[in-house]
């Protein structure tokens, strides 16, 4: 017997069969997770506002507390802030943030390996953060609970740090797939952002990894595109031109977002004195006000952001959502919340590019395309500009909304946001985070060593 499971585990540690299977098997259960997950958010967002997504409530009155009016969004980022402060506190400090950086840092230096509970504690302080108003996205939680269930399982066979690390790519892949019924998105996130390479062997796993982790969340959740949009198209080769000037203007936009991002993180540290397991529920209340004043800001924000696609608001109103958003993010992140910045970097890129197509819509009405065209394209530039990852941001807008129409025009203003955000930053708004700790990912040692550490103000 004791023969036989040396045997085993020697085949899961060396050979290629070996990483398929524990790919699939870390694929089906970040799918579950990506499931439960949803679930836990959709919940917390029923019982702390009483409606299935508050941003697109108008401001209405919880449906428990009528005569409190609006004014209840004063009280539930507090309430949610005093369960789920002492709760990472207390069990997984780097489960507050927004979570990819933790993952890009456990691969580059610590072989893989991310504490077990960090899945559980993710997941929980994430959907109460979100249900309860919190401006950022899901997918940083779930590229934290996939990663940490795949480190799980490799420690648990003793995987070498080679194949540990692979195995963290498989279930941020197999998250992030299973969340937005992505399977090609979660490969390109994991290879591009996490693993931040290429090779052939890591490929094979992820993409069995999101493959499955996709079979079982359509299983549960569907097979819809994320987004329902009416088709676009191009109606002159002349807006490629807008296009560059698009990439230029939304890639600045990525690029201001992550350093608004730090420096009301930056605030929150300095004027915040008490101890930490109280500070979301104290800076809740700010982030309660704000709400009163722009309930749109409300959890992820994906039904304002479909209408405005659809061009149901003004652009002035457009651009008071992207400052709003902006803010509100860097907000939730910097009172101690949890949750990511992908969506709200798209939710911003929607905003700024409707709002830039309804103006050259107006000047150019014969030659350009709905304002719409303008927004798609705004949502991948954002990301590109923000993440200088324009692979994943092609792929993923062409996932989230089917739109494969307009595929020339998103590459050439992500290409292009892509070189605005190199040009005007030197870090993406993932790798700031470490760079902020001291921690430089590009600064390898010989044959692919630890990160370099580098002394920071």
């Known amino acids: ?76 980022p507090v309430l949610a802030g005093l369960v789920h402060g002492p709760l990472v506190q207390r069990f997984a400090p780097e489960a507050r943030g927004h979570g990819v950086p933790e993952v890009m840092y456990a691969v580059a230096a610590r072989g893989g390996r991310i504490p077990a509970q960090v899945s559980g504690v993710k997941a929980l302080a994430s959907a109460l953060c979100i249900g309860s108003g919190g401006s950022v996205g899901r997918e940083g939680p779930i590229v934290q609970i996939g990663s940490a269930l795949g480190s799980a399982l490799g420690r648990a066979v003793r995987l070498p740090d080679s194949r540990l690390r692979v195995l963290v790519a498989c279930g941020a892949a197999g998250g992030i797939a299973a969340t937005f019924n992505a399977p090609l998105t979660g490969p390109f996130f994991a290879m591009e952002l996490i693993l931040r390479s290429f090779a052939a062997e890591s490929f094979g796993a992820v993409v069995l990894a999101s493959v499955t982790a996709t079979v079982v969340g359509r299983a549960v959740l569907g097979n819809e595109a994320f987004l329902d949009l009416p088709p676009f198209s191009l109606h002159s080769p002349v807006e490629y031109v807008l296009f560059v000037v698009l990439g230029l203007v939304i890639g600045g936009v990525g690029v201001a977002f992550s350093r608004v991002l730090y420096l009301v993180e930056d605030v929150c540290d300095r004027v915040w004195r008490g101890p930490e397991w109280l500070r979301p529920a104290a800076g809740g209340l700010l982030h309660g006000a704000l709400l009163l004043a722009l309930p749109e800001m409300y959890g992820v924000g994906y039904p304002v952001l479909q209408s405005a696609v659809q061009g149901e608001y003004l652009w002035g109103f457009l651009l008071v959502l992207l400052a709003g958003k902006i803010f509100a993010t860097s907000l939730t992140i910097g009172i101690g919340g949890s949750g990511g910045v992908f969506a709200p970097s798209l939710f911003i890129g929607a905003m700024g590019g409707t709002a830039f197509g309804m103006v050259v819509h107006s000047a150019l009405p014969a030659i350009t395309a709905p304002a719409g065209v303008y927004g798609l394209i705004g949502m991948g530039a954002a990301f590109a500009g923000a993440a200088r990852a324009p692979i994943t941001a092609v792929i993923v807008l062409f996932e989230l909304t089917g739109q494969y129409t307009v595929i020339l025009p998103l590459m050439t203003a992500i290409v292009i946001a892509t070189l605005a955000g190199r040009a005007l930053s030197r870090d993406t708004i993932y790798t700031a985070k470490l760079r902020r700790r001291g921690i430089d990912l590009d600064a390898t040692g010989a044959a692919g060593g630890p990160p370099r550490r580098t002394l920071s103000a």
């Open 1 to 76: 017997m004791v023969a036989l499971r040396q045997q085993v585990s020697r085949w899961m540690r060396e050979s290629v069969s070996g990483l398929a299977v524990l790919a699939i098997t870390i694929g089906a259960g970040a799918g579950a997770g990506a499931i439960v997950f949803r679930w836990l958010i959709d919940a917390f967002t029923r019982l702390f506002s009483g409606h299935e997504d508050y941003a697109a409530a108008d401001g209405a009155a919880h449906p428990w507390l009528p005569a409190l009016g609006p004014w209840f969004l004063l009280l539930v």
